[in-house]
């Protein structure tokens, strides 16, 4: 997709292949790339789907400018294969994945489609990447001249701006991700840096500014990436500075000498280009309980949003329990039996037998009434707002709480762990 561009005016638009008319919605601007979903009708669907049959994944004859099941069956299909939240929701995590080396669908023998087929050799690197593969990348790029410092082994921000850096002398998608194409053209020798090229080796990544609680963007992707790899934050990265990312640089700040105030700055950003220290297992956390108490419980969140999320695109049955197909409660007690932890099969059951939370943390189940008074439907809470539920009319997907339709009916939240 040459020369691809997501900002664009948003229009109504009539879809073609006997697909009704659809109004478009207002979407979400973030990173300077629109938020594309289920329902819109916009010419950026169409180069998405454009984006997607490139890559093998949307096979719907030919782009319709309308995303429907289809276009979010291939999103969903292509996120599962890059490792990306799977939401089947084309965000700025995706759409740069899709403009950078990602993963092509598997042809029909089962293999890479010949053209994007990375060598069986080379994987991505990116930001939280560790091990020799990234000491030999840092010194590949160290003998060019685009790090300037001693090889780690940590794939951190300094590392990610050395790479862009390269990328950008070798005439490559400047996206600070060490792919197929990049770590060839460093094995290859590739252009030297030059002045302007060469990033400063005390400037911090984080000179651009703080990074603290409600902010959204790729920095805040960036710096979750860091603290999970180090063992500081147990979950998906969200691209939101929530409750829990902010827990999660309290904890690393504590560890490394610094200022817990939970926002992280210049100092915070530079410790963690620079030999950040992990998560100390004797350490003790606020409650007087031993942290690996605490691990363990993140530990589960984890498991549970990652079985949730591998579950999106089910199809509902009523009464359903297992991925041939869900309801609601059948879906809630599968996802959780598969992370060792027993809960009762309806509903009314769950609600019943969970602790009530003022508010939901990722993990939680929330509640709502629908069709009959009290609880009749639930979800798992993933945090900003979302939820992963079966739904009746499109299975298993995420929701907002925040609609017009859910926000009205929600009832309150349980923990089930």
């Not at 478009?24 to 049959?53: C, F, I, W, Y």
């Not at 089947?88 to 010949?114: D, E, F, Y």
């Not at 695109?313 to 297992?322: F, N, R």
């Given at each position: ?248 640089v309290r904890e690393f700040q504590k560890n490394n000498g610094l200022s817990a105030d939970g926002i992280a700055g210049p100092q915070t950003f530079a410790k963690l280009s620079n030999s950040p220290a992990p998560v100390n297992k004797n350490q003790t956390v606020n409650n ?130």
């Open positions: 997709m040459a020369q691809s561009t997501f900002n664009k005016v948003l229009f109504s638009s009539a879809v073609v292949a006997g697909i009704a008319v659809v109004a478009p919605q207002d979407a979400d601007a973030a990173l300077g790339d629109r938020t594309l979903r289920q329902g819109m009708s916009h010419p950026d669907v169409t180069e998405l789907q454009n984006a997607l049959k490139e890559k093998g994944f949307f096979t719907y004859g030919t782009a319709t400018g309308y995303f429907g099941t289809h276009t979010r069956d291939a999103v969903i299909a292509y996120q599962k294969a890059n490792n990306l939240l799977v939401d089947g929701i084309a965000g700025p995590q995706t759409l740069s994945s899709l403009k950078g080396a990602a993963v092509s669908a598997p042809n029909n023998n089962g293999n890479k489609t010949a053209d994007t087929q990375p060598s069986s050799k080379t994987s991505l690197l990116r930001v939280g990447s560790r091990g020799g593969s990234v000491t030999a990348l840092q010194e590949d790029l160290r003998k060019l001249g685009f790090f300037n410092q001693s090889p780690t082994g940590y794939y951190g921000t300094v590392t990610r701006d050395a790479v862009r850096a390269f990328q950008r002398a070798n005439n490559l998608q400047a996206d600070g991700i060490a792919g197929p194409a990049t770590q060839a053209a460093l094995k290859n020798g590739g252009n030297r840096a030059s002045e302007n090229d060469t990033p400063s080796k005390s400037k911090p990544a984080s000179s651009t500014g703080s990074l603290r609680l409600g902010d959204r963007n790729s920095q805040v992707t960036d710096l979750q990436n860091q603290l999970r790899s180090l063992g500081y934050f147990n979950q998906n990265a969200t691209g939101y500075y929530g409750e829990v990312t902010r827990s999660a007087n309980q031993p942290a690996q108490t605490n691990q363990n419980a993140s530990g589960l969140v984890s498991g549970l949003i990652s079985s949730a999320q591998s579950a999106i695109g089910v199809p509902y049955a009523w009464g359903g329990t297992s991925m041939s197909g869900f309801d609601c409660s059948g879906f809630i007690q599968y996802i959780f039996r598969q992370n060792g932890v027993s809960v009762p099969r309806t509903a009314s059951e769950q609600w019943n037998k969970g602790t009530s939370v003022s508010s939901p943390s990722v993990g939680d189940v929330v509640f709502f009434e629908t069709y009959k008074a009290g609880p009749s439907h639930n979800g798992i809470y993933i945090g900003d707002n979302k939820f992963i539920h079966a739904g009746s009319s499109r299975g298993v997907e995420v929701a907002d709480m925040n609609n017009s339709y859910w926000k009205p009916r929600y009832l309150g939240a349980k923990r089930l762990h």
